[in-house]
């Protein structure tokens, strides 16, 4: 059954059509699609699979392998090439080794005549590429080799954004992107991205301590202006929908539609001989006159006092310099600025705890999120974690017995969800429906299947009340305080699925949090809230450290 989806799937993917015939075959594809999908008993809605392969093939669609390797394969069907990205071990993460074969695979683009779109999508779910690779550079001993490092990837990104002169370029983005793999989404002439929880984009620089080196500094405030490019490079998380927004993104589609809407894309593009200039998004005229080159040193000096942080003032200073001499001379001071920044001894450290805290994430990935989070409060940082899971998905509920204490709660819920409509995290019908039935009354509510119950709210973190909560729990429900547990795990009747959270406040994308396991707390258990904290965005201040007795082998090495 599985097969036959994929192959009728694939045949979609792989052919859009050429010239004005082109959205003829598209709806021919689509019925044939929608009857193979009948003909198997799928649900129609299971449109974009996150279990398909990391290479996915058909044994009907005519596609011609162009090029394949163990972690990119590039084949072309009726005009269209896909490059799919599929190192899953590595997460897609982009260094050295990708570089090589992202370039063999450009060579085979460039010999093709027939090719007029070339598509690039991640085979890897939830991830679209990410990096970089930070084991690597920590064999960059010397400034000679750091320097040929940056150019290397930005020779390879300029090949790759110069095949827009004889074809189209689109980015497919259906999951996280930040850092190199931005940079090579900025290399391609389009970009499009399907507005799920899990496409998100970012530059962590100030987070690794690694300034961007491969292009992404010119290209980014080219994209999308001097002032988000800095709000970026500082941190900010955005979903597909404020990426869209300020020119970032070409377009985004729903994850239902997402296939029939790509198809069409596609299809527009092919119409077109070559790459057009794209307008920006939507800036405003007072933003623009603010970037004018004899504004833009006031827009850098307000970021770097904002954030006082060596790396990031490399980086601004970075982006302002190509700001003003152009994109040679942009490209040239990221190679110099790259080299120095990664040898001081911030960025190496900053490096080490980001390395330890992605190989935890890494080992969290097999874990299955929460499908529903309870939330004991209704203050500003209850509802800020309700919001959260929403916004990732999952479904949430809001506990409060005091009638006062919920009709505040309900109006900050109210406030909370039209700013997360304003900010792209959720469309108004997503809101409409999610904001039905949030609050209820704790002693009118049952505690069964739920799996992760967090106390956010001071007037409920007493010790008598969180011991009280403890027992009603169901046996694999996760239990997470904002208050330090102290001596209160002896005291419950399943302290390993005990643990504590601190949280910057507000509590929202980008924002740091810590882990604190107990003393008897199980690491699989953690492991399920430390992977939802990364999908909702919110930043891992450090790997947990657990107790040696509830620690397995696989967390002990």
């Known amino acids: 059954m599985r097969s036959a989806e994929r192959d009728a799937s694939d045949r979609v993917t792989a052919t859009a059509g050429r010239g004005p015939g082109a959205r003829l075959n598209i709806l021919c594809n689509w019925a044939n699609h929608v009857r193979a999908v009948c003909e198997t008993r799928l649900d129609p809605k299971v449109l974009l699979t996150d279990d398909r392969p990391i290479f996915p093939t058909s044994t009907e669609a005519p596609v011609v392998m162009l090029f394949e390797s163990d972690r990119l394969r590039l084949g072309v069907s009726d005009g269209v090439a896909t490059l799919w990205l599929g190192d899953e071990a590595a997460r897609n993460a982009i260094g050295l080794r990708f570089l090589r074969e992202l370039d063999q695979a450009i060579n085979a683009a460039e010999n093709s005549p027939v090719i007029d779109v070339l598509v690039v999508r991640s085979g890897v779910p939830g991830i679209f590429a990410t990096g970089p690779d930070l084991d690597e550079l920590a064999h960059l001993d010397d400034a000679e080799s750091r320097l040929e490092h940056a150019a290397i990837g930005q020779h390879v990104f300029r090949r790759f954004a110069d095949l827009a002169q004889r074809m189209q370029t689109v980015a497919v983005i259906e999951g996280r992107c930040r850092d190199v793999g931005l940079e090579l989404a900025l290399a391609c002439s389009h970009r499009l991205s399907v507005a799920s929880p899990d496409a ?10 690694v ?77 623009r006159i603010r970037e004018l080159p004899i504004f833009a040193s006031g827009l850098a000096k307000r970021a770097i006092q904002e954030h006082d942080d060596a790396i990031f003032q490399t980086i601004v200073e ?69 919001l959260l899971a929403l916004q990732s998905g999952c479904g949430a509920c809001l506990l409060e017995s005091v009638p006062s204490a919920r009709q505040r709660g309900e109006a900050l819920l109210r406030d909370g969800i039209a700013r997360a409509v304003h900010n792209g995290w959720l469309n108004a019908l997503e809101a409409q429906a999610k904001a039905k039935g949030i609050f209820s009354a704790a002693a009118e509510f049952r505690f069964a299947g739920n799996d992760l119950v967090i106390v956010a709210d001071k007037s409920a973190q007493g010790p008598s009340a969180i011991l009280t909560l403890e027992s009603e729990l169901p ?59 990364d999908a909702c965005g919110l930043l891992l201040t450090e790997a947990p450290v657990f107790a040696a007795e509830s620690m397995p082998a696989v967390f002990a090495a």
């Open 200 to 209: 998100l984009f970012s530059f962590d620089c100030r987070r690794h301590g």
């Open 318 to 386: 970075t982006v302002m310099h190509g700001w003003r001499h152009g994109a040679a001379e942009g490209m040239s001071k990221e190679r110099r600025a790259f080299a120095s920044a990664i040898d001081t001894s911030e960025s190496m450290r900053r490096q080490s705890r980001y390395r330890r805290i992605r190989r935890y994430l890494q080992s969290c990935a097999n874990t299955s999120l929460p499908g529903r989070i309870v939330v004991v409060g209704s203050d500003q940082t209850s509802v800020d974690f309700a």
């Open 475 to 533: 046996k694999e429900a996760l239990l997470v305080s904002l208050a330090p547990l102290g001596n209160l795990t002896g005291s419950f009747n399943h302290p390993e699925r005990c643990l504590s959270l601190l949280a910057a406040t507000p509590v929202s994308p980008g924002n740091h949090v810590e882990l604190r396991p107990g003393p008897a707390t199980r690491p699989a258990l953690a492991a399920r809230l430390a992977r939802w904290l």
């Open 211 to 287: 300034p961007s080196c491969w292009g992404g500094t010119v290209r980014l405030q080219g994209t999308i202006g001097l002032k988000a490019a800095l709000d970026l490079f500082a941190g900010k998380l955005l979903p597909a929908r404020a990426a869209a927004r300020c020119g970032l993104i070409d377009r985004v589609v729903g994850a239902r539609q997402a296939r029939s809407e790509l198809l069409w894309y596609l299809a527009e593009l092919q119409d077109l001989k070559h790459s057009t200039q794209k307008r920006r998004g939507a800036v405003s005229i007072v933003q």
